[in-house]
């Protein structure tokens, strides 16, 4: 498994944290695009989802002020299903039922939330049941342009 991880300005100290720690158990590569506090998050968005969706078995980790645009900016990229998580539970139920590649968060955490919230959706399968592979099934269908509108 390869983890990939960035942040805009907003999340700089946290990723660092992050990346060491998760460096000890995981194959983990840090986005080198500079910071600055005129950053815009869209871009960390953009390379780190395409990196992601390009590398099999791979996990995206992205933070900003509040993980909500980064959220919606990963999802954008194809082949990206990305989850702003906000508690364990999240984390898990977005692997669990979405399979999603890419976990969002907020800078506003300490570093054990995050690394906790991190781990968490890293070790966490997808059920595969049908119905959730049959709705995944549909948001690849749409991202492709191949939905069926009722």
């Known amino acids: 498994m390869k983890l ?21 158990e995981y194959d983990i590569e840090r986005l080198n695009i500079p910071n ?17 969706s390009k590398t099999p078995d791979s996990f995206g980790i992205i933070l ?15 082949g990206i299903r990305c989850a702003r998580v906000s508690n364990v ?3 898990q ?6 399979n999603c590649n890419v976990i969002a968060l907020g800078s506003n955490y300490t570093n054990n939330e995050a690394l906790t919230l991190i781990k968490t959706f890293i070790s966490t399968e997808c059920l595969n ?3 959730h592979i049959r709705r995944i099934k ?11 509108e009722l």
């Open 93 to 98: 139920m977005c692997r669990l039922h979405n």
């Open 64 to 78: 900003c002020g509040t993980g909500i645009g980064v959220s919606i900016a990963c999802n954008k990229v194809k």
């Open 129 to 131: 049941e049908e119905r």
């Open 89 to 91: 539970n999240d984390a």
């Open 4 to 24: 990939f991880i960035t942040s805009d300005h907003n999340g700089v100290n946290l990723v660092d944290y992050l990346y060491n720690e998760l460096k000890k």
């Open 36 to 52: 600055d506090p005129n950053d815009d998050y869209p871009i960390f968005s953009f390379e780190l989802g395409k990196l992601v």
């Open 138 to 148: 549909q948001i690849i269908d749409y991202e492709n342009g191949e939905y069926n």
